[in-house]
């Protein structure tokens, strides 16, 4: 077994607990189980991409390659971009990413898929000393006025009339947003954009021309986003679910946000599978679809596919043997899309009709 990787900051120590909990889901889910799907010996693939998505291919990989002698999967975390732009040109065998490919891409590229592997969501963190396990209420509008440098004290107006009876600070907002291409940066900005008119102009996507926002500070992955919090009290970013216990535990306050309906929830399994119910009926064969915004009362409002993009054509055939039994190991429900994997990164598992949708795309992997 052989498991290599690569990532600075916070994911360092995410690492050591990442080890422990593997370990405790391949007991949860049976250690005879993983050997129902065959190996081929000798075979190096690497994943790289989303930060979100790093934690959870460091849950499934050391129960997985453990029962492929031979086989090593080098998992990076490198931001969506890189795992988009890094699939398509052969460096990785797997993007992860939090973004679908953009239509121009999959043009280009008619040969790449996206392919999701499971459900995640985002959510919307603070550094506000003081305020103890309150959760702000805080909508688009807000949000997309904070992040182009109209809001910039907390105890603006517009964030007191969402937050009655909450005693907020006369400081100044410090906004954090990310640097790299993320798929992070691409359905915070959906989210802004499907429910702030004022942010359509400015529209979404992995990298965006951020507003000049005083106090902005740029930085990279989920793991430099939390850490930025963590060291600039009064400031304010987007992390995805799969570091819900790294802001804990750095004492970042959750914000529940406003969805479609008008009312302020925070994302939990419950409400991040009902927004997936009300949308993902809507997945189309290749699987290209936002689930930001989802109509009904219980739905969280950033919700959305984590991806493995592939090339359908590989240039060899054992590796695409390899890549094909892995990722249908990953959408299992005995397997990969367990609870004792899922649970760990508050992730939730395909629907069955989804689930079929990605087991179709992967089985179309295969020799060039």
């Given at each position: 077994m052989a498991i290599k990787h690569s990532h600075p900051g916070i994911a360092s120590s995410f690492r050591g607990r990442v080890a422990l909990s593997a370990i405790a889901a391949a007991a949860a889910v049976g250690a005879g189980a993983f050997m129902c799907v065959p190996a081929f010996a000798g075979q190096q693939m690497i994943e790289t991409g989303s930060s979100l998505l790093y934690p959870l291919f460091n849950l499934w990989i050391p129960p997985y390659v453990k029962a492929h002698a031979g086989l090593e999967i080098t998992p990076q975390s490198t931001g969506s971009g890189t795992g988009i732009s890094q699939a398509i040109d052969g460096t990785a065998q797997i993007g992860g990413s939090d973004a679908y490919l953009s239509p121009a891409l999959a043009k280009q590229h008619g040969t790449i898929?996206?392919?999701?592997?499971?459900?995640?969501?985002?959510?919307?963190?603070?550094?506000?000393?003081?305020?103890?396990?309150?959760?702000?209420?805080?909508?688009?509008?807000?949000?997309?006025?904070?992040?182009?440098?109209?809001?910039?004290?907390?105890?603006?107006?517009?964030?007191?009339?969402?937050?009655?009876?909450?005693?907020?600070?006369?400081?100044?907002?410090?906004?954090?947003?990310?640097?790299?291409?993320?798929?992070?940066?691409?359905?915070?900005?959906?989210?802004?954009?499907?429910?702030?008119?004022?942010?359509?102009?400015?529209?979404?996507?992995?990298?965006?021309?951020?507003?000049?926002?005083?106090?902005?500070?740029?930085?990279?992955?989920?793991?430099?986003?939390?850490?930025?919090?963590?060291?600039?009290?009064?400031?304010?970013?987007?992390?995805?679910?799969?570091?819900?216990?790294?802001?804990?535990?750095?004492?970042?306050?959750?914000?529940?946000?406003?969805?479609?309906?008008?009312?302020?929830?925070?994302?939990?399994?419950?409400?991040?599978?009902?927004?997936?119910?009300?949308?993902?009926?809507?997945?189309?064969?290749?699987?290209?679809?936002s689930l930001i915004f989802a109509p009904g009362d219980k739905s969280y409002p950033i919700v959305n596919y984590e991806y493995a993009i592939v090339d359908a054509k590989q240039?060899?055939?054992?590796?695409?043997?390899?890549?094909?039994?892995?990722?249908?190991?990953?959408?299992?429900?005995?397997?990969?899309?367990?609870?004792?994997?899922?649970?760990?990164?508050?992730?939730v598992a395909l629907p069955p009709s989804v689930e079929k949708l990605s087991q179709t795309q992967i089985d179309k992997i295969g020799q060039d």
């Open positions: 898929m996206n392919i999701p592997l499971a459900i995640s969501s985002q959510m919307v963190n603070y550094n506000l000393p003081g305020l103890g396990k309150t959760h702000l209420n805080l909508n688009g509008p807000v949000l997309a006025s904070i992040f182009q440098g109209k809001i910039v004290a907390w105890n603006d107006e517009a964030i007191a009339k969402l937050n009655p009876g909450v005693k907020l600070p006369n400081k100044k907002i410090v906004t954090i947003h990310r640097t790299d291409g993320s798929g992070d940066t691409f359905i915070f900005t959906q989210y802004l954009t499907a429910s702030a008119p004022e942010w359509k102009s400015l529209g979404y996507g992995t990298t965006i021309s951020w507003p000049s926002a005083p106090n902005a500070i740029g930085a990279v992955g989920n793991p430099g986003v939390v850490d930025a919090m963590k060291n600039a009290p009064y400031s304010i970013g987007y992390v995805g679910i799969s570091f819900k216990a790294v802001t804990q535990s750095n004492a970042l306050g959750e914000a529940a946000l406003e969805n479609q309906a008008g009312k302020f929830v925070l994302s939990t399994a419950e409400s991040v599978m009902a927004a997936a119910d009300a949308l993902s009926g809507k997945t189309p064969a290749d699987e290209s679809l240039p060899d055939a054992a590796m695409g043997r390899e890549i094909k039994a892995f990722l249908s190991w990953t959408i299992m429900p005995e397997h990969g899309s367990a609870a004792g994997f899922l649970d760990q990164v508050s992730f």
